[in-house]
Structures are given as C-alpha cells and as structure tokens.
C-alpha cells in the first residue's frame, strides 16, 4: 500500500483520495502529506476507514506553503465537490463556517450550520479545533472586529484583543472603516486561496507608503507580509497530528498570590491522562496588581490564545462558578467552544465539588490530577519570585 504515499513529501498539502474512475472518495489535510497518508495504512483502523481504504484507486495531492492554506484549500474542494465520506463522516452534524457579516464594521465569526446573519461565508471546515486555531492565526496578521455594532466605540479604554494586537481599534473607535474594510477585503481574498495577490497588494501599498514618507505605515506592512510569508501554524500541524494519534488533551490552570503580590498562572496539559511536562507554561501576571483571582485567570489565558499552541479538548481550573464563568467568557470572546470543567474545594473545603459536565471517557480521577498539578507547578513558580525579590534584601 506504500505506493499510494512513497513519493509524497514531508511538507503542508491537501490529499484526494479516489476511486474506480477517478470518483473523489475524500479530500483531507496535512502538516505532512506522507506522514498522514500512511497513517491510513500502517494502523488499525474504524470500519469506515476500512471501506473508504478498499475503494481507493489512486490518491493525488497538492501541496501547500503553511497547513493553514491546506485548510483552506481543503475547505474549498469539499464545498466544490461534496466527497461521499467527507459529508458521511459528520454523521448528520452540521460543518463549520467562518462567517464574515454585513455591519458597518464586520465582524468574523464562526457559525455552524446555516446562516443566522447572512454574511459572507467560508467553508466547510471540517475539524472545529482547525478551524478556530486558523482564525486566530489569521487575526494576528489582520486583525479584525468581534464586537457587536452596538458596542463599536463604546469602551471606556481598550479591550484586552487591541493590548496583544487582534482587535484593529474598533472598541475605542482608533480605525476608519476604510481600514477596517481593507483589512476585511485581504482576509476574503486570503479565505479564497489567493496569498499571491493578498501579497502584491501590501506591497503596492508599503512602497506607496514610503513615498509617502509614512514610515510607520510601511513598517507595519512590512511586518504583515513577512508575517503572511512565514505563517507560524505548528499548532495547526499538531492539531492535525494529535487528531491523527486519536489523543485527547486537558488543559489546567491555577493562580498563585499573596494579596495580589508576585502573581502568577500556571498551565500544565495532560494528554490520554498522563502530564507533558514539556508543553507546561509558566505566566508571570502583568495587568492586575491586586487581589483578583478571575481577572488573573481572565488575562491568563487571553494570552494563551495569543500562542499557536494545540486547543485542548478540555479546560480545568481550580476554582468554582465565577473563574468557570470567566473562562467561558474568555472563549466565548475568541470565537471558541471547549469544554470548560471547575473543580472547588466545598464550603468547608473538605471535597472536591465538580463544576460543569464532565465529558464521556474522563474520569474525576484525571481532573484531580490536572487540578493538583497545576496548583503545585503555580505554587513552585510563586515561591520562586518571591525568593528572588527578597534576596537582594539578605
């Protein structure tokens, strides 16, 4: 069977699988074609899989410069051609859209299933995670609104997106809509597979703006085509991969202080129940200089999101209702829905009370690991700075 991916290469591309007369049977993604190809052949498999291996022919592919483009492209055949085990596969859910919408200054959504604003659409994405982590990748290099029009302008300062750069200023109303506009047209340019053009066109723009002797302009183009050019989507690639694996990652999350002192938050992930300690992170707090525990969790993991790392497909905190409520509020706001699980410790802080639904296949036990874990990798960093800031003092 290695005839069908020996002579694939180890880069980003979409793969059609087809069979007797060429009929396309599937269209999938990859980080690296010949790794994800072969994955088909070398392990056990579903039934399903098992049918659509018999009835392949012939397995063609088109590379890609980044995974993100991959899916994109992906996207796009699916929609074009509607491959039988694409459509099967869903099992009568409905796919992923991005949605870009017809307000004054729209906003990029993902939506799923039909329409409910009638704006402009993208898709079918296949995998939500993919498509959340491609959003995210694309509103680094454009960023774009997600406030609703009622709220355009009406912030009393900058919302946290604008701080890291992905909100363009429509909070605080410091874009034109003429901007807005511009940045909305190279993202539906973008979505449609056409990087080349979207490039020709920043250059244009940042040659103009140096003639111009608007120096601050041409930089920032500057930075969004060399940011375009060398798409940054390992999470995208290990999405795909852990997909591949059939692993299933938790994320947890803690927060250490003393009123508000020497804050920190700590994530650590566990994958198929054990700890990778090489993907824990460490967040030293830098926008709270008091006791506040969910505003600390709140910037956290806004900054998380900031990162290409792989989604979880599920959260835990230490804590109860208003740091869950928090957190969801965090993802509500970056277009994301995960599965977010709280763990408080009872009113007399004897027990472990579970705040959420705990999903099918993860045992408690797992979750207090999570839980224990994070509380012990934030108190160890929190301990650390501390002890650093007092031995100057020695």
Same mark, same amino acid.
């Given at each position: ?197 979207? $490039?020709? #066109?920043?250059? @244009?723009?940042?040659?103009? &703006?140096? +003639?111009?002797?608007?120096? /601050?302009?041409?930089? =920032? ?94 959260? $835990?905190? #230490?804590?109860? @209702?208003?740091?869950?409520? &928090?957190? +969801?509020?965090?993802?509500? /706001?970056?277009?994301? =829905? ?57």
């Amino acid at each position: 069977m290695n005839k069908f991916y020996k002579n694939m290469p180890d880069s980003p591309g979409v793969y059609l699988m087809k069979g007797t007369g060429g009929k396309l049977l599937y269209v999938g993604k990859a980080g690296n074609l010949r790794r994800r190809v072969s994955s088909y052949f070398i392990k056990a498999n579903e039934a399903r899989i098992e049918k659509l291996i018999s009835e392949i022919k012939k397995i063609d592919y088109f590379k890609t410069d980044s995974a993100l483009e991959a899916l994109i492209l992906e996207a796009e055949l699916i929609k074009k051609h509607e491959p039988p085990y694409n459509i099967r596969e869903k099992d009568g859910t409905s796919f992923l859209f991005i949605e870009i919408t017809k307000d004054r200054f729209p906003r990029v959504l993902l939506v799923r299933g039909k329409s409910k604003v009638g704006g402009v659409r993208f898709g079918p994405f296949t995998s939500a995670t993919s498509a959340r982590i491609a959003l995210r990748l694309i509103r680094k290099i454009f960023p774009f609104n997600i406030h609703s029009p009622e709220k355009i302008g009406s912030f009393k300062r900058a919302c946290f997106d604008y701080e890291i750069g992905l909100c363009p200023g429509t909070c605080i109303n410091t874009i034109s809509r003429e901007d807005c506009m511009e940045n909305i047209r190279h993202i539906k340019l973008f979505l449609n597979g056409k990087k080349k053009r979207v $490039l020709n #066109d920043l250059k @244009k723009e940042m040659i103009l &703006a140096s +003639k111009r002797l608007d120096f /601050e302009k041409a930089e =920032k183009l500057k930075r969004r085509i060399f940011a375009l050019q060398h798409i940054q989507d390992t999470a995208l690639i290990k999405e795909s991969e852990h997909k591949t694996e059939g692993s299933f990652r938790i994320e947890g999350y803690d927060i250490s202080n003393i009123s508000g002192t020497s804050a920190v938050g700590s994530m650590v992930v566990f994958v198929n129940s054990e700890p990778m300690k090489s993907e824990y992170k460490k967040f030293r707090i830098k926008t709270i200089f008091k006791p506040d525990d969910t505003g600390m969790l709140r910037e956290i993991l806004s900054r998380r999101l900031n990162n290409n790392w792989p989604l979880p497909g599920l959260i $835990l905190i #230490d804590g109860g @209702k208003p740091q869950v409520n &928090a957190a +969801k509020k965090v993802f509500e /706001e970056a277009g994301m =829905k995960i599965p977010i699980i709280g763990i408080a410790k009872g009113p007399d802080r004897d027990k472990n009370e579970f705040i959420g639904n705990i999903p099918d296949g993860v045992k408690e036990k797992t979750l207090i690991q999570v839980r224990d874990e994070a509380h012990r990798f934030a108190i160890t960093y929190h301990r650390r700075l501390r002890h650093d800031k007092l031995l100057p003092n020695l």
